[in-house]
């Protein structure tokens, strides 16, 4: 059976840094592309940021650039986004996904329950 577990979520101030990670049992990591998506209240889903199954390849939204890193280790078979300059509109449940790369949901076949980033102004 398939898992994906985001944590690292948290409440943090704005100019702040978090670090969420996903992790994915029961699924060959390294054989996926990730991604991170976020959705806000009143909002539809959005995607943040994926990486390739190599980690060679990423692709950012433009709110994100510059602040965002994604990234990935496959031998510890975990996805990591590092989050700087925190900004109180970056609050939002934050989901990882694996299978697909890109921002379109459908190409994502495996979805965690989400983490919740919140940041204050």
């Known amino acids: 059976q398939v898992q994906v577990a985001e944590s690292g979520g948290g409440l943090v101030q704005a100019g702040g840094s978090l670090r969420l990670s996903c992790t994915t049992p029961g699924l060959s990591f390294g054989d996926y592309a990730m991604g991170w998506f976020r959705e806000a209240p009143g909002k539809a889903r959005e995607g943040v940021a994926c990486i390739s199954w190599s980690g060679g390849s990423t692709l950012y939204t433009d709110s994100v650039k510059g602040r965002f890193t994604i990234s990935r280790d496959n031998a510890k078979s975990t996805l990591y986004l590092q989050m700087n300059n925190l900004k109180p509109e970056d609050t939002a449940m934050y989901y990882c996904?694996?299978?697909?790369?890109?921002?379109?949901?459908?190409?994502?076949?495996?979805w965690g329950q989400g983490t919740q980033v919140t940041v204050s102004s």
């Open positions: 996904a694996a299978g697909g790369y890109g921002f379109e949901e459908a190409y994502y076949a495996y």
